[in-house]
């Protein structure tokens, strides 16, 4: 389908959401959600790719929702209060939905940081599986400083990434840290040079691409399950009957031939 908020590229194996409202520093409104949304959907149903970068056309990767579009559903405080805030919530249950979708797919996902990332933005990035920032990235949580808490599963994220009381330092003073600073604390995997960003995130997927999809979907899926396990036997018969299951694929097959063949493996997800 043709994207008017999103740009949706596919590189090989690597497929590349690029949001694309750089006018207003990507940030959300409904009809860039819906996009995000559909963008995910079709990455995620194609074979053809084994991994995903989201980045920010521009200056930002993403300031959160647009403040503008906030406030045309605003008329009445009290009946805002009320209503406006639940039928808010449908209507842009488009993120909500991307985020699950996000964590739920069977291919890792890498957030691109080309700029500020803040609010629903830093939210997004910290829905994917790993993200690296340029050197001119900033961050930031913001929403208590609009009089709200964070959303799309930021308050989920957040504490399982920098820990508990980084957390709430960063939620309730709602400050803004630099890349080197969310590098430091865990926020991110590495900050590189702004003008190697997208190439030094490409080597990074295409490093993952070139592994065995089955089991990188899989070995994504068993990390996030055994974050939340509570027991540890429980979750090694989950490795153990996954595992089994790989073993029976032609890919596991390959990787003991070209090992035993002194040869790069040729990974097909079969």
């Known amino acids: 389908m043709p994207y008017k908020n999103v740009i949706l590229e596919k590189e090989e194996t690597l497929a590349i959401i690029t949001l694309n409202r750089p006018e207003v520093n990507n940030a959300f409104d409904l009809p860039m959600m819906v996009e995000i949304d559909d963008a995910i959907n079709d990455v995620s149903q194609d074979a053809n790719v084994r991994v995903v970068i989201i980045t920010g056309a521009g200056k930002a990767f993403c300031a959160g929702g647009d403040v503008s579009y906030l406030g045309t559903l605003i008329e009445d405080r009290a009946a805002f209060s009320r209503t406006t805030i639940g039928d808010a919530v449908r209507r842009t249950g488009t993120m909500p939905t991307a985020v699950l979708k996000i964590r739920s797919m069977m291919k890792p996902v890498i957030a691109a ?39 799309c599963a930021a308050t989920y994220n957040l504490p399982r990434l920098v820990g508990m009381a980084k957390a709430c330092e960063l939620v309730l003073t709602g400050s803004v840290i ?93």
Not at 209 to 221: I, S, Y
Not at 237 to 258: K, P
Request: overall charge negative; hydrophobic content about 40%; proline content about 4%.
């Open 178 to 270: 630099n890349a080197q600073e969310a590098e430091r604390i865990g926020l991110v995997n590495k900050v590189v040079p702004h003008d190697d960003l997208m190439k030094a995130t490409k080597e990074f997927a295409g490093e993952i691409a070139l592994n065995p999809p089955l089991a990188v979907g899989l070995a994504k899926a068993a990390l996030y399950r055994g974050m939340l396990a509570d027991d540890i036997g429980a979750h090694m018969d989950y490795e153990n009957y996954t595992q089994n299951a790989l073993m029976g694929t032609e890919d596991f097959q390959e990787g003991i031939t070209s090992f035993m063949e002194k040869r790069e493996p040729v990974f097909r997800g079969k």
């Open 113 to 151: 940081v080309n700029g500020v990332a803040a609010g629903g933005g830093m939210g997004l990035a910290l829905a994917c599986d790993m993200r690296i920032a340029s050197d001119k990235s900033r961050f930031s949580t913001i929403f208590i400083k609009r009089g709200v808490i964070p959303d």
